[in-house]
């Protein structure tokens, strides 16, 4: 008699079929979005996803973290994603509030629809919308990246920090006060976000591939592994051929840009927030804080905690 074996079940790879909207149908995307968002949570409809404050500021493998809030929007499909001591999977239609400091992880997948996402984030002088879809290798494939510069993200983070830590807290009345809060956060990104004007600097003539390639950049600016090859890979062509043609559209080899982002980013930290020296590392995308110091040094001529000082001198005087 034959044995008899459960064979286990093939799963294709993503459908890659993320194609890259026009920047007016991005922002009347962003805007729909937000606005069945915001229904949801009137109605008390809307499932909204918020990690619990373990394992915050720690570097894990395959994880990183930022040194403000995202917010997570699911379209379609599912993501999964991982934090140091906890896991759960967004579906469609629900939204997770990411904290600052939280490691994370995560693995784009396909539902009855292929994989998308919007994901808002924070940066110094203003927030940014991106769109994503899922490569083939199910990691986040982001699109174009919207800023919007507007003093008002101050204002939006503070009402994710304090639903975080009302979240924390549970109870009846912490849910309504949460609840209120992503209200207050979503509906001010939409006033900002249906008054937007598309800042000069975001135009390029860049190839489609290299825009791409700066958008994966300001996405994943905190993951250690972000290097020529990983970038490569998500975009599914050789290194040679990525860093030949990012030369040739901005002149600058694609190692450099890499690097003088990263820095950018950590001055960012350094000026903003309270990350000591090892954490803004991390969140700058260095796996190594001797490392980060050198290079720092090579690019300011000054330690990170030499800059942070002067940064600190600067701005009281200007107080």
């Given at each position: 008699?034959?044995r008899?074996?459960?064979?286990?079940?093939i799963?294709?790879?993503?459908?890659?079929?993320?194609?890259?909207?026009?920047?007016?149908?991005?922002?009347?995307?962003?805007?729909?979005?937000?606005?069945?968002?915001?229904?949801?949570?009137?109605?008390?409809?809307?499932?909204?996803?918020?990690?619990?404050l373990?394992?915050?500021?720690?570097?894990?493998?395959?994880?990183?973290?930022?040194?403000?809030?995202?917010?997570?929007?699911?379209?379609?499909?599912?993501?999964?994603?991982?934090?140091?001591?906890?896991?759960?999977?967004?579906?469609?239609?629900?939204?997770?509030?990411?904290?600052?400091?939280?490691?994370?992880?995560?693995?784009?997948?396909?539902?009855?629809?292929?994989?998308?996402?919007?994901?808002?984030?924070?940066?110094?002088?203003?927030?940014?919308f991106?769109?994503?879809?899922?490569?083939?290798?199910?990691?986040?494939?982001?699109?174009?990246?919207?800023?919007?510069?507007?003093?008002?993200?101050?204002?939006?983070?503070?009402?994710?920090?304090?639903?975080?830590?009302?979240?924390?807290?549970?109870?009846?009345?912490?849910?309504?006060?949460?609840?209120?809060?992503?209200?207050?956060?979503?509906?001010?990104?939409?006033?900002?976000?249906?008054a937007?004007?598309?800042?000069?600097?975001?135009?390029?003539?860049?190839?489609?591939?290299?825009?791409?390639?700066?958008?994966?950049?300001?996405?994943?600016l905190?993951?250690?592994?972000?290097?020529?090859?990983?970038?490569?890979?998500?975009?599914?062509?050789?290194?040679?051929?990525?860093?030949?043609?990012?030369?040739?559209?901005?002149?600058?080899r694609?190692?450099?840009?890499?690097?003088?982002?990263?820095?950018?980013?950590?001055?960012?930290?350094?000026?903003?927030?309270?990350?000591?020296?090892?954490?803004?590392?991390?969140?700058?995308?260095?796996?190594?804080?001797?490392?980060?110091?050198?290079?720092?040094?090579?690019?300011?001529?000054?330690?990170?905690?030499?800059?942070?000082?002067?940064?600190?001198?600067?701005?009281?005087?200007?107080?």
């Amino acid at each position: 008699m034959p044995r008899v074996t459960n064979k286990p079940k093939i799963i294709p790879d993503n459908r890659h079929s993320y194609s890259e909207p026009t920047p007016a149908e991005r922002v009347c995307f962003y805007r729909a979005a937000l606005e069945r968002a915001l229904a949801g949570a009137e109605s008390g409809r809307l499932v909204v996803r918020i990690p619990k404050l373990r394992g915050l500021r720690r570097r894990e493998q395959g994880m990183s973290f930022h040194a403000t809030p995202e917010v997570f929007f699911q379209q379609q499909g599912h993501t999964r994603f991982s934090m140091p001591e906890e896991t759960f999977v967004l579906k469609a239609g629900e939204v997770c509030v990411m904290p600052r400091g939280m490691p994370h992880g995560e693995v784009a997948m396909d539902g009855p629809l292929p994989f998308k996402t919007m994901i808002a984030m924070f940066r110094a002088g203003g927030f940014s919308f991106h769109l994503a879809g899922a490569s083939t290798r199910q990691t986040v494939a982001s699109g174009s990246i919207d800023t919007i510069l507007t003093p008002s993200h101050l204002a939006m983070m503070r009402y994710l920090d304090d639903a975080v830590e009302a979240a924390a807290r549970q109870g009846g009345a912490e849910a309504l006060f949460v609840r209120g809060l992503i209200m207050a956060c979503f509906a001010l990104a939409l006033r900002h976000t249906e008054a937007r004007e598309r800042p000069p600097e975001e135009v390029s003539l860049s190839p489609a591939l290299v825009s791409r390639c700066k958008n994966l950049v300001e996405g994943e600016l905190a993951r250690p592994e972000l290097n020529v090859r990983w970038l490569a890979e998500q975009m599914e062509c050789s290194p040679d051929h990525l860093s030949r043609l990012f030369r040739q559209a901005t002149g600058t080899r694609l190692t450099a840009y890499l690097q003088e982002r990263r820095i950018r980013h950590a001055k960012e930290l350094l000026e903003h927030s309270d990350l000591n020296m090892t954490e803004t590392a991390w969140a700058s995308g260095f796996r190594y804080p001797a490392y980060f110091n050198q290079v720092f040094r090579a690019h300011t001529w000054m330690t990170p905690k030499q800059y942070r000082t002067q940064a600190g001198v600067a701005s009281s005087r200007l107080r």
